[in-house]
DNA sequence: GAGTGGTCTAGACCACTAA
DNA sequence: TAGTGGTCTAGACCACTCG
């Protein structure tokens, strides 16, 4: 494996390492060459190998003992939907090993409400674009989504593609990045228009996620209600405790 | 503020930045002082001050920009109950500002079942040391708890204290460290005796949470099936989005 | 005791942003 | 263009685990 010098050495060695994670290279459970083995064997320094490392560490794929070793963990690799990576329904869905699509219902300007004008830190009467949307596996309908953009960010005239994440719809039409987003987290029954989209039972319960997206100057750039079936799509977390 | 030796200096940093972000001497929205800037003030290299940086990114309590600066974030500090931090629900209570009780409804030692062994990797009638428990906030009811060891891990004869995070519990009885935790999270109606504890509607949903706690060498130590009432309890999930 | 990961330094160069 | 954070090196010493 040749190290290419134009993008950064340790993210490159991420990419290399969780590689032979993944097809078995190097087995769950085994114990991964030393430090001073994997910098001399891809010519670099030690602290370069452990910027890699530590981020294979914080993804759960290993575990370092010091003294001992680095060993291979095999649970994080079994699970296929779980949030920490990136919070981006569509990559979940592919990572849980189906296909993902996204289908606009319904993309309208209109005033902000209440919530949506504190929420969003902008004045009483601004417009917003509001984006509902529905996230399919395998054809299946799992998510129920709203997101919420003040028509100010949007520079880029329509029309929109908003059968893309979020994410991109921020940086195609309003230059905007995505730095950190905080959710709120709740059980709910679905509203009338969720369980018929969903074709859920207004009696089953399900997730509900209201979010708010930030860039990196601390300026909420979108509200968020989603509605995500989780007996469709499991949902999984995982924690470190130091 | 004095730099002590014994403990890592990075860690030192966190706590002492962490503070000063805290009490407002660095304002919200403010620009931190450069790294070399800090480097030089306590007098530590700048490598060191990185580390120390990156661990405070990581809570979301700054954003560093290139060629900008580092710029402390306000939102973060709002929140409360908060996951990521660490799963500890007692831990969680007492964030969000009010005074964490636990209160223990059942601990007998029994035979798993099925899904206990799946799930432990133990044998079939192997023991394992069921733990039901009531999580309190301010005197309220919030979270229903039960927890399972395997029998085989407990070192410590009893009586079990069980008033206390299962993080403790593991570490005095059974001398295992919890490394990390995977969770599925769903939302669903409560048992009855769920709903009699928490003092809820049969018919009012709430979160719940599967767990499965490993020790660093990837053994499972305990397995959790846990009740939480989010109308309680705020929970809120905190994103990177790199 | 040998070998591992954990911490720390001093210095270098690059990529980027703002004034 | 000056100053910021991002990357990387080479080397040192320490703390820990294991045989």
């Given at each position: 494996m040749v190290i290419e010098r134009p993008k950064p050495i340790a993210e490159q060695l991420v990419i290399i390492l969780r590689e032979k994670i993944r097809s078995g290279?190097?087995?769950?459970?085994s114990r991964l060459p030393s430090e001073s083995d994997l910098a001399s064997q891809f010519d670099v320094s030690r602290a370069t190998i452990r910027t890699a490392l530590a981020t294979l560490e914080a993804e759960h794929l290993i575990s370092r003992r010091q003294g001992d070793g680095t060993y291979i963990n095999k649970r994080i690799m079994e699970i296929n939907t779980h949030m920490g990576d990136t919070w981006d329904f569509k990559y979940m869905i592919e990572n849980s090993g189906r296909i993902a699509r996204i289908q606009p219902i319904l993309v309208e300007l209109r005033k902000a409400n209440t919530q949506e004008q504190d929420a969003l830190e902008i004045n009483r009467d601004s417009l917003v674009l509001s984006i509902v949307r529905i996230f399919l596996a395998d054809d299946q309908p799992v998510i129920y989504s709203e997101n919420i953009i003040?028509?100010?960010?949007?520079?880029n005239p329509g029309p929109y593609n908003v059968s893309q994440p979020i994410r991109n719809i921020l940086m195609d039409y309003c230059h905007q990045e995505i730095a950190y987003s905080i959710s709120d987290l709740m059980a709910t029954l679905p509203p009338p228009e969720v369980a018929k989209a969903l074709s859920l039972d207004l009696d089953k319960p399900l997730l509900k996620f209201f979010d708010l997206f930030f860039n990196n100057k601390d300026q909420p750039l979108v509200l968020g209600n989603n509605y995500y079936n989780d007996k469709a799509l499991r949902l999984h977390v995982v924690h470190s405790w130091e």
């Open positions: 290279e190097y087995p769950a459970g003040p028509a100010s960010f949007c520079i």
